[in-house]
């Protein structure tokens, strides 16, 4: 019967309970306790006496209703108690072990999707993304969708989810896909970034998406389908190219795009729609001399892959045109009527 019992259904459960109710009440009836079997004092006595709790303000009053509760009331109500507890709590223990692994669906939205498993690469960057993320107001999400075979590398901070595929609506619709902000493609296989890519290009053409790969012949390719990715090839080499000439260019590099609290690091800013349009020459002095931070270019709205890199002081900036800057750290509470006044 405790084997029975072990693997039950809740609905077996709600019945036992349920005939657990009636039949005490019966007994309690039979047995001429009236205080007891009133509607609010019986649920509420059944509860108490059931989970062990018992306060004493109601308890049988004649012989026989105490024979009832001591050889009764009292042993089912601590099993039915004991089974309630653990089902709850090895429900709980499940769906803890399921999200450690991946394997629970998430319902999220507006978030930083990174898709792809390169260890200690995947780690460094899921480390910049919650140190980026502490300087923003609204702070997303970020959920990591992996094939590998691994559990959750940051739980609790991150959300996290495990794939056969990354090209299977059945599969990427558990990490929300089609509701994510950003997709960030890292892949060991550049083959399989470029699966993915396009994968996620159709299913959600209007997120940020930013794809990295080793090899940049791929990238001409991607962008032949999909132009609006933005690619990261590796630039490794280039920097090692540039240190030999230029001492110090590894270890600037390094610091523009760390996140770390001292030092400078490299950001971005959209113009506000309402803005009026104005000089690159203003918005350089006004954000030097209000913020200390250094404007290094800008790319016109829609278009982030066409960033100009210090342009003429006499460029025409719009409104929703993306600016760069360097500065200590990400300028959140920007007044952009005292700098284009």
Not at 62 to 77: E, R, S, W
Not at 122 to 128: D, P, S, V
Not at 218 to 234: A, D, K, R, Y
Not at 286 to 313: C, E, H, M, W
């Amino acid at each position: 019967m405790l084997h029975y019992f072990a693997g039950s259904r809740w609905y077996t459960i709600a019945l036992a309970t349920a005939f657990y109710a009636a039949s005490s009440w019966i007994l309690l009836w039979a047995a001429d306790e009236s205080a007891l079997t009133e509607s609010v004092n019986f649920l509420y006595w059944l509860a108490v006496t059931g989970s062990t709790v018992g306060y004493g303000d109601l308890s049988p009053q004649t012989d026989a209703g105490k024979l009832v509760v001591a050889f009764y009331v009292i042993p089912l109500g601590l099993s039915i108690f004991a089974m309630v507890i653990g089902r709850i709590a090895a429900f709980v223990g499940n769906q803890w072990r399921k999200g450690l692994m991946g394997l629970s669906g998430l319902s999220v939205s507006d978030h930083i999707l990174v898709i792809g498993w390169n260890e200690q690469r995947t780690l460094l960057l899921l480390k910049l993304l919650l140190r980026e993320r502490e300087s923003l107001q609204e702070r997303p999400d970020i959920v990591l969708c992996v094939r590998a075979d691994i559990t959750n590398p940051m739980p609790g901070k991150i959300e996290f989810v495990k794939v056969e595929s990354f090209n299977r609506d059945e599969d990427m619709d558990k990490a929300c896909i089609a509701s994510a902000s950003t997709i960030l493609i890292d892949n060991p296989q550049d083959d399989l970034t470029l699966t993915t890519a396009l994968y996620c290009s159709q299913k959600n053409p209007s997120a940020h998406q930013v794809a990295y790969f080793a090899d940049e012949s791929l990238v001409g390719l991607l962008h032949q389908h999909c132009p609006q990715i933005e690619c990261t090839p590796s630039v490794a080499v280039e920097m090692l190219a540039k240190a030999a000439f230029d001492p110090g260019s590894s270890a600037l590099h390094h610091d523009l795009l760390s996140v770390d609290d001292d030092g400078q690091a490299q950001f971005s800013i959209s113009v506000p729609a309402a803005t009026q349009s104005v000089t690159y020459q203003q918005l350089f002095f006004a954000f030097k001399q209000r913020y200390d931070a250094t404007l290094i270019g800008f790319a016109p709205s829609g278009r982030a892959q066409d960033v100009t890199l210090n342009p003429s002081l006499d460029t025409v900036i719009a409104p929703q045109d993306k600016l760069y800057y360097i500065a200590k750290q990400r300028i959140t509470e920007l007044d952009w009527h005292a700098v284009t006044e």
